[in-house]
């Protein structure tokens, strides 16, 4: 067999896994949000969560909330992650948890008081 063939065929067999793993990823990175209140928040990239998107929460309870308190990142396998970034508590589906996995519906608290709350949602 032609050395060129294989080298081509091999090229062809990358590009195809490349672009097909682009498209995966790109079909999930669209699809992922969290709520806070009445607000969707899109996830696209790595987002760092803080006391600014509960203004309304009394002053105790803003005292415990970080200005970056969590971190939303994407795992190399394409899910999402939560992790606590600056912060002391946080709580997933009302367990404590210092790094977690994010499944759809998950609910995310901060804070002792756990009175600062998201949801995340992928379809």
């Known amino acids: 067999m032609d050395i060129g063939l294989v080298a081509l065929a091999a090229a062809l067999l ?6 097909t793993v682009h498209l995966l990823r790109r079909r999930r990175a669209g699809s992922a949000h969290i709520v806070v209140g009445q607000r969707k928040i899109p996830l696209r990239d790595s987002l760092r969560i803080g006391r600014e998107l509960w203004p309304d929460l009394p002053e105790d309870a803003l005292r415990e909330i970080e200005l970056e308190h969590v971190e939303i990142t994407r795992a190399a396998d394409g899910s999402w992650e939560v992790r606590l970034y600056r912060g002391e508590y946080m709580f997933v589906d009302g367990r404590r948890s210092r790094h977690n996995r994010l499944h759809s519906g998950a609910i995310v608290t901060l804070g002792q008081s756990e009175r600062a709350r998201f949801q995340f949602f992928e379809k």
Do not use: R, T
């Open 14 to 19: 990358i590009v195809a896994v490349v672009v």
